[in-house]
């Protein structure tokens, strides 16, 4: 779908520690979707998951020392930086 990435060596994201990060690269993700496997969806899944599982994380320790409002700003920094 994304031509881009068709030499891309690097992992989905650098800063995560999933399954899917640690062990496949961006380029055969793009191989995988390109082909049609299953995998590809079945990797994109387990990254989300693993996101979302770590951001609902760092959401409840914010709202538990009183700093969400921090957590949110950087958060929304990071995001508009493309972190």
Do not use: Q
């Not at 650098?14 to 899917?20: H, R, V």
């Not at 082909?35 to 760092?58: D, K, Q, T, W």
């Amino acid at each position: 779908r994304n031509a881009r990435y068709k030499t891309d060596e690097r992992p989905i994201d650098e800063s995560c520690t999933c399954p899917a990060c640690a062990g496949f690269s961006r380029a055969y993700l793009h191989h995988l979707d390109r082909c049609g496997e299953m995998l590809a969806p079945m990797l994109a899944s387990i990254h989300n998951l693993h996101f979302y599982v770590n951001l609902m994380r760092e959401v409840r320790d914010a709202l538990e020392v009183g700093e969400f409002a921090v957590f949110a700003a950087r958060f929304r920094a990071d995001r508009a930086r493309g972190v």
